[in-house]
């Protein structure tokens, strides 16, 4: 439905005169909303080292305070977000965090969860010394002991692992990364094939789609500058880039573009588009399809780009041999191969009407290079071939010419800045199958949620196993198969959880390391939020004002609360005892690049960095400072303003020495390897891709025994309308989309924000409440493949009739033994019933307790939530290995012994439905012997030989 945009005479005469917006021009001059450093609500940076304001708790008074602030970034989500800590002068301590205006992504602003992070700094619960476990793993009892013990006790350990060659029983599990390299050096010194992310629970789907198009992952939209954008599912909520990608959509639209949401639920920022496209879940893929076919019929498309852009000789020659290999026959092809996605084909599979799908298809159309688009998890990461939706959305891009230009979705590689290290290990020579296993040839990143069924199957067993922010317990499907393999020793040799916040996996632990928070830790950011590039710092702010002070100290840990240290120093340290004599090869790797012989430190780590990121020394110069010293300062740094049309880029006199052109597609060879391409006259670097163009038709996919998906296409999901039986009460559950202000599992310890969301009921159409006769906050009992969650119902026009959705993010627990975040989780029991039949009773509420913060006898609230994931058998997809979170579950009133939150699960069905998606795999080898594509890359690559089984 889209709004009018006829302004009205009254609104015509406020916009003329600047009391409102103006909606209705054309983009035009419209003021950026902030450009850093001309704000004038931000202190000055000048008077950063004693800036005095008024004490806001004694307003009255008129009491006045003075800070030193200091910058860091926000480390709520992956977004980095500038803030600003203000430091009381008086104690040195932090009292509030605001936006800084110098980030170039977040401009000064901040979503909630950023001021939130002084909640988590004071949070009574939190973790201040490192601990070990007394007793057995899980039984809840801890001892408080010295950094040095740690880092001694797990040393000795990895080094015998080394020396016994079991590399692969070393591994690093990280939920929020928020660094740039640093993990990836340390494990390649160590020569361990030991990265294991979260990322195929997350966003792997949709990066495998944009990469089969381009050798990029992720989408990097222009929203400021476009006038169409068109979002899947949930972006914003899904949280990815929210704060700095929302203020860009916001700007875009206040510029006149239009916006439209795909989304079973009416979203935020559904609410707030042009254009509501309810669609039903999986379906997406062929509404964009028929989007496709419409602007190819109708002559939408940018005929340059896709000619010079697109393999399609290569498609031709493959798919229709003996005919013309001309452009021409190529459009003539795609409306014959997708003439079946007719807008009442879309309107059948999704529910969004033809007429919407018909007219949003004309608007992007008519945006041509001015369109942006995204899709991040939601539908790529719900649904069985979610992949294919990114695909087809990239389609779009293709057919507008919209792939890196103004306004349009550039690759993610062109806005993020890529960190020069002091020293780079070489790749190592291991190949870790429990991570990338045959079976998962193309799998985009580790298949880390089937660890625990991997290690059951008697496919390996960890030695030493890191948890980093990384919660699987809770955020992962199948907590309870996580919960059996923590526990067994004979498979996890030990556990270390390197956390903040207690959470539900670190309860399972051997020690439990307190992390920093955002203010309390090195990293530096750099992420695809617009049209430029940055690099932004996150420093310990304590250890900041030592410095400036004078202050002797050594470690960070000395300078924050307790001994809460940081990642960045804790793995020099490790490494150093790993490899005391430099015998194993490791140890020169943690060397100073300015001291000879001397253990590198963390300063100097960065200072390497920044001294030679492009144009920064040269910045910092002009005010006197050294590039480390501006970062210290200022916090943030625009690599550039803006980066557009990269594939353009002309190869160099060097790079084309000795290479050979393939006269026939363009392809510019060296060394075997495809390193640009002839287009128009110039020899450019192109994309990524082994053609080095889009690649529409791909050949990988051919080659990887699944030629059904060599171009785009739709597949339908395994919650297909097909796949359930209504009568049966049978409904499809989206558990994916989250409440803004919430955090995976780091927020239960944040009282604001706990305060503004604390329970996750099912939401559920009018229609179908009427079925089951529920009223708002009855129970209902959900039963999915492996067992069932007892919720209450939210009864609401907000979903799409036939479809039920529950958020992520509440329902955390803690169990009696068990400490932290008081705020938000709620006390359970947990009972191994034999068997592998688990249950879970809430045996109290959220509730006052006492504590040193007096908000927390306050509480008012009491529910919590419910743990729905735990619920949830693994689905992971046969191609990209991306869990697909939507469940086939069976919907009933709750029976007369269920007790809301309560859960059961038997983890032997859980094992089953492991088998079952496993079995629908086509494995490695591929071609010459190959486990992946040598092109696809890996989050931590090894040796190029391991490639080969
Ligand atoms: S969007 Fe919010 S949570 Fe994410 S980095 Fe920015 S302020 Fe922090």
New binding site residues.
Partial sequence: MAKSHKPSLIEKIAESIGLIPNLHKEKSGLASLTEPGHLVRFPPPEKWDDWQEYEAKGWSKKEKKSYRIVPT?????????G?LAYIDKQDNSVRKFE?NPFHPA?RG???????A?INQINDPDRILYPLKRSGKRGEGNWERVSWDSVLEDIAVRIRKALLEKRNNEVVYHVGRPGHEGYMDRVLRAWGVDGHNSHTNVCSSGARFGYNLWHGYDRPSPDHANAKFILLISAHLES?H????H?QRIIEGMMSGAKLAVMDPRLSNTASMADFWMPSYPGSEAAVLLAMAKIILEENLYDRRFVEDWVNWKEYLKKEFSGEAVSFENFIRKLIEVYKEYTPEYAEKESGVKAEMIISIAGEIGKAGSRFASHNWRAAGSGNLGGWAVARCLHFLNVLTGSVGTEGGTSPNGWNKFKPAFFDNPPAQKFWNELHFPKEYPLAFFEMSFLLPHFLKDGRGKLDTYFTRVFNPVWTYPDGFSWIEALTDESKMGMHIALTPTWNETAYFADYVLPMGL?SERHDINSYETHGGVWIAFRQPVLREVARKEGRKFTHTYEVNPGEVWEEDEFWIELSWRIDPDGSLGIKKHFLSPYRENEKITVDEYYQFIFENTKGLKEKAATEGLTALDYMRKYGAFEVEKSSYSKHLEKLSEQELRDSQLDPDSGTISKNGKAIGVHVNGKSVTGFPTLSRKQEFFSQTMMDWKWPEYTIPTYIKSHVHPEKLNPENGEYPLIPTFRLPVL?HSRSANAKWLVEIANRNPVWMHNLDARKFGLKNGDLVRITTDIGYFVDKVWISESIKPGIIACSHHIGRWRRQQDQGNQFGSQTVEIKNLGDGKWKMKKIANVKPFKSSDKDSGRIFWSDGGVHQNITFPVHPDPISGMHCWHQKVKVERAHPEDSYGDIIVDTRKSFAVYKEWLAMTRPAPGPDGLRRPMWFARALRPADETYYV
């Fill in positions: 970034t926000c480390f709520n989500c992956e977004s980095a977000c803030m936006g977040s602003r901040n979503c909630a969860k950023g001021p992070t949280g880039y929210f704060n700095p929302a955002a955090i």
